[in-house]
């Protein structure tokens, strides 16, 4: 089979990874690719500007399989462009990725059907936010509507700030819209499921440090990973989740002849016991797939469960990964989250992939001629430790961390702890 993998960023070097070791893959081609991957330079960086090229060049190249990874080009159509084509794809069609596509519409989905999420109200503008804003308590999260890339929520504890959040979401292409919602109170999980629509099969659940540092309240698209422990996450705690949230979005997209497929991902507040929708995101978590990769068993080949997606198959499936612990550190450019520093030599990375339970995914570096390997955008590499409990994952992780340089880079210490 052979699988064209749309994306460049860290998530899928981890889905290329698994890609490689199966029996059924003859052929990964990934776009846009890296300079040094000379199969993978003709996309260019823009997927938007490559979508048109991409159906004519799977049907020249013979791809069997097409996986999508980001969610600009599901949003944008891409699945049900192949589709059109006879090219099975996982992730979902455009009307099923308005999910993550519109906050408007996941919010406007979630009250339809009782699915639970924080009480919000909807502005058409920015005066009319302003108002909600006025009417309900802080602190308070004020949402853009469109796709930002991890930058168009704001958790304000201040009037003042959620009215500058208003202002500066107004000057994104996202900010048409704003979703002004409560602040929930309680701890964060990202429960992933792959579905063919009806049937699912989950990731292990894990935690995304989101802020740069403990404490602060600058986002950046993901410092680091765990997974979460089965004594937080109880079978009770996951019933809940597969019973009020998963199993009626599920059904309520197939009743609006909409079915999802791919890879769900609710980005989720546990209240109490009770689990809240913060996020739909239609496709695999950046971070999250890192530190999960390498959790699947040996002799589990991850192509029949991506592929099952696309065959109504997903129920004859049962779960591929270890049951192990995993933390993965995200290694970041100097600049990071704002304008990052590029160009950096880095060093080490065979080094730290010698070390037990450890495996670096590379999200954001170029292959030079001569062998180097340079920095090229913020995100540089996830280094994942995995073990038979987080403290000897996160022992592995950090010290392969250390092998590793380049100038400039940073990371957060307490990704685990
Ligand atoms: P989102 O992109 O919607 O997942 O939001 C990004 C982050 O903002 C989440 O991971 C939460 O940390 C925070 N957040 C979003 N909505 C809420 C909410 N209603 N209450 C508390 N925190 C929130
Ligand atoms: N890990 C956060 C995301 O993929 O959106």
Redesign the pocket.
């Known amino acids: 089979m052979k699988v064209l993998l749309i994306g460049d960023g860290g998530?899928e070097r981890a889905l290329e990874w698994m890609l490689r070791k199966s029996v059924f893959v003859t052929d990964v081609i990934s776009v846009p690719g890296d300079l040094g991957r000379a199969e993978c330079a003709w996309c260019g960086s823009d997927m938007f500007t490559g979508m048109g090229r991409l159906t004519p060049y799977a049907s020249r190249k013979d791809i069997d399989f097409v996986i999508v990874g980001p969610e600009a080009p599901l949003v944008a159509g891409i699945a049900d462009i192949f589709r059109l084509n006879g090219k099975p794809v996982f992730g979902p069609s455009k009307r099923a990725a308005e999910l993550e596509g519109s906050k408007v519409a996941c919010k406007l989905f979630c009250k339809a059907y009782d699915i639970p999420t924080a009480d919000f109200d909807i502005a058409q503008t920015p005066e009319q936010a302003k108002m909600y804003v006025r009417r309900r308590q802080v602190p308070i999260v004020v949402k853009a509507d469109g796709l930002a890339g991890?930058k168009g929520v704001k958790v304000a504890w201040t009037r003042e700030e959620a009215y500058k959040a208003i202002d500066d979401f107004s000057l994104l292409p996202a900010g048409t819209r704003f979703v002004i919602e409560e602040k929930l109170t309680g701890w964060e999980c990202?429960y992933i499921v792959l579905t063919d629509g009806t049937y699912t099969l989950r990731f292990p659940p894990v935690q995304?440090y989101?802020t740069t540092q403990a404490g602060s309240t600058v986002n950046t698209?993901?410092m680091g990973?765990v997974t979460v422990s089965p004594h937080e996450f109880t079978p009770a705690l996951e019933r809940k989740i597969q019973e009020t949230i998963i199993k009626p979005t599920l059904a309520a997209l197939r009743n609006e002849e909409r079915p999802f497929t791919g890879a769900l991902?609710a980005?989720l507040m546990i209240v109490g016991a009770l689990p809240y929708v913060l996020e739909f995101?239609c496709?695999?978590?950046?971070?999250?797939t890192q530190t999960i990769a390498p959790l699947l068993r040996d002799g589990y080949d991850i192509v029949p469960y991506l592929y099952g997606t696309t065959n109504n198959t997903m129920n004859y499936r049962v779960s591929p990964w270890k049951e192990e612990y995993s933390v993965c550190v995200g290694l970041a450019a100097a600049g990071y989250p704002g304008r990052p520093r590029t160009g950096d030599i880095i060093t080490g990375i065979e080094e730290a992939e010698k070390l037990d339970g450890v495996y670096v995914f590379s999200g954001g570096v170029t292959h030079m001629p001569d062998g180097s390997v340079i920095t090229f955008r913020g995100r540089v590499l996830d280094v994942v430790g995995t073990g038979r409990t987080v403290k000897i994952a996160r022992k592995r992780a950090y010290e392969a961390v250390s092998k590793i340089h380049f100038d400039g880079m940073w990371y957060r210490k307490d990704i685990g702890e």
């Open positions: 998530r991890g990202s995304d989101k698209g993901g990973c991902y980005g995101n496709r695999l978590g950046d971070k999250e």
